[in-house]
C-alpha cells in the first residue's frame, strides 16, 4: 500500500532534495487558527506535516511543546478534534503527507480500532507515538500497519546495532531519527555527528530518514539536510507562534504570517541544501 | 469484565513486564535501551549472594532494621474489636519505609558505574531516602519536586538540602508528584549516558514496579516471622495507604497466597469522592502514563487529571500497575480515606500511642477506625505505618489552627 508519504519521498527523491517537515500543535493557540496554520504550512514549502495531539503530560517534550499543549486544551481541543482539523484540511489538500505525533494515552482511551478507522477516513497519513517502543508494538504499531497508516519510529543515539533491527522491522514511511538525547527544543544536533548516525541507519533499511530535535535555522536545516532525507522543525515554529500571540494567549491577525514566514525561511534553507550523491 | 484467577498471585509480572493488562514499557526509544540495562544488571544482582549479603549489613547497621511490630494496645482498646498491630516503618533512618527501596536500587547504580542519580518525590520521604544514600555513597543526587509540595512539605526540603542535594522546584502542570514524575523522566532522557533514575514507587515502566515490591518486600516477610513469634501465627489482616503503592506492595506482598488474610489499600479521597480527590481506582479506570498501564485519573479525551490530597506523598493521579491488577483479581480490597478523616486519624494516633504518623499513613489508620470496631478481639490486624509526621507538623498545626478560631 502506498500512502501519500511514500509518493511524496519517490518525488522528492526523483528531484534529488530534502523533505522539509514541520510540526505544530493541533488547536494551538485554536482550533480555527490552528487550522489557518496547518494550511498555511504547504503553501510555504513544507512538504510533510506532523500534528501535535495535546496531552498533559508530555515526558519527550520540551517547554515549548509543553506550553502549546496546554494552551491547546485549555481551549478545548481533544483528539476528537484533532482528527476534524485534518478532515478539514484535506477539504483543500489531497497530497501533503500529514503525519499525527503525541502520546499513546489519548489514542487508548479513544479506542484503538475506532481511533485508526477515524484516522484514515479523515486523511492522516501515519503516526508518530513517543511512548510506544518496539516492545510494544501490538498495542497500535501492527493494527495502524493493518489499517493502511505508516507506524513511523524514533530511532536516536541511544539505539545501538543490536537494537537497530528490532526498531526498524515494523516502521514504515520514514525514520525519525532524534538526533540529541533529549527533550525537544534542547541543544542543536552537530551536523557531522547526525551524517555518520543516517549513514548507520541507512545500513540497515531502504527508508528516508528524517532528522529533528535541536534544530531552529535556515541554516541548521540546510545543515541537516545535506547529510539526511528530511530536516524536522517544531519548537521554532511553535515558538514563532507564541511570540505572535497576546498577552492572554489569544491569536492576533499576526499569528498565522508569523509562522507561515518561518516556514517559508526554513524551506529555503532546506531546498538550498547540496545533497550528498547517493 | 471477566478475569481467570491465577494459580499465584506472586508470579507476576511476565517476562514483558505485565500485570494481567497492566504495566508493561511506555517509553520513549531514548530510554529502552537503559530499561533493557536496569533488568539485566537487576536479575544478575538478586542471583549474587554478595549483593543480598551487603545490602542486610546496610538495612541492618545503617537503616536500622527489622522495624518492631509494635501492639497498639491503647488504640485497640479505644475501637473495641480486633487487636491492632503497627508495623514502624517510621522508625527507618530517614523516618519511612521508603529507605527500602532506595538502598537497593542505589546498590544496583553502583553496580551499573552510574554516578548521578535522580529522583521525584511528593512529601519528600523519597527525596530525603535518595539524598540520604547519595550523601552515604558519594553519588551526585539530583530531586524534582513540584512546586506546590516544595512549600507544603519545608522541612524535607531542608533536609535534602543538608545532605547535598539539588531540589528543583517543577513550574510546569500542576507542580505536584506527577509533574516531577514527567520532570525526572525528561532529565533522564537527556542525561541518559550517566544517569541513574532512582524512581520511589511500585510504578514506572518495567522492571521498576518489580524491583521496588522486590526492595519493599521486607516488610512483610519481617511482618510474617514477627507475628509467628508474638502470636504464633498469621495475621488476620492488613491495611496500608496507597499513593503509588509502594508501602503497601511491600507489606502486601508475602501474604498475597495466604488466602486467610483480608488485604486493604487505602487510597486518598481527599476532599471525597465525588470532588478533588487522588483515588485512582475508586475513580478512575486504565490508561497509560509514566511508562505502565494502570488505573489513572482522567478525562473522557484521556488526558490526565489533577489529583488532590492533603498528603503530598499520595496526591498522584495513578498508581502502581500490580494495584490495579490485584484489584481486577479481587485479592486485594481497595477503600480510600478523606482527608479530614486522615486528619482525625492523626490527631488520635498522636494522643492514644505517643505516635505521629506522616499523613499518609494516617489515611490507613483511618481505615482501621472503621474496620477494627467490626471485627472480633482475636482478629489480628496489621497496619503500615509507613512515616513518620515530623514533616507535616508545620502543615497540620497550621489547618488545625486555621479550623479552631
Sequence with gaps: MTTRIDTRFAELKSQGRAAFVTYVMAGDPDPATSLEIVKALPKSGADVIELGIPFTDPMADGPSIQAAGLRALKVGMTLKKTLELVRSFRKDDNVTPLVLMGYYNPIYIYGVDKFLADAKTSGVDGLIIVDLPPEEDDELCIPALKAGLNFIRLATPTTDEKRLPAVLANTSGFVYYVSIAGITGAAAADANAVGEAVARIKRHTGLPICVGFGIRTPEAAR???????????????????????????????????????LTAALAQGVKGAQQAAE | MNIA???????????????????????????????????????????????????NGYLKNYVG????????????????????????????HTGSHKVNNVLGQIMLARRMGKKRIIAETGAGQHGVATATLCARFGLQCVVYMGAVDVERQQPNVIRMEMLGAKVMPVQSGTRTLKDAMNEALRDWVTNVHNTFYCIGTVAGPHPYPTLVRDFQSIIGNETKAQMQEIEGRLPDSLVACIGGGSNAMGLFHPFLDDPSVEIFGVEAAGHGLTQLHAASIAGGRPGVLHGNRTYLLMDADGQIQDAHSISAGLDYPGIGPEHSWLHEVGRVNYLSATDDEALAAFQLLSKLEGIIPALEPAHAIAKVMELAPKRPRDH????????????????????????SK
Excluded at chain 2, 527489622?66 to 491503647?74: M, T
Excluded at chain 2, 509507613?386 to 486555621?402: C, F, M
Design chain 2, 65 to 92: 532494621r527489622p522495624s518492631p511490630l509494635y501492639f497498639a494496645e491503647r488504640l485497640t482498646e479505644h475501637l473495641g474489636g480486633a487487636k491492632i498491630y503497627l508495623k514502624r516503618e517510621e522508625l527507618n
Design chain 1, 223 to 261: 545543515a541537516i539536510a545535506e547529510k539526511a532525507d528530511g530536516s524536522v522543525v517544531g519548537t521554532a515554529l511553535v515558538d514563532a507562534l507564541k511570540n505572535s500571540l497576546d498577552a492572554e494567549g489569544r491569536a492576533t491577525a499576526k499569528t498565522v504570517n508569523a509562522v507561515a514566514e
Design chain 2, 380 to 403: 489480628l490486624m496489621v497496619v503500615n505505618l509507613s512515616g513518620r509526621g515530623d514533616k507535616d507538623v508545620p502543615q497540620v498545626g497550621d489547618i488545625l489552627r486555621g479550623k
Design chain 2, 5 to 55: 484467577k491465577p494459580n499465584s498471585y506472586r508470579s507476576g509480572p511476565d517476562e514483558r513486564g505485565h500485570f494481567g493488562i497492566f504495566g508493561g514499557r511506555f517509553v520513549a526509544e531514548t530510554l529502552m535501551p537503559l530499561i533493557l540495562d536496569l533488568e539485566q544488571a537487576y536479575t544478575a544482582a538478586k542471583a549474587d549472594p554478595a549483593f543480598q549479603a551487603e545490602m
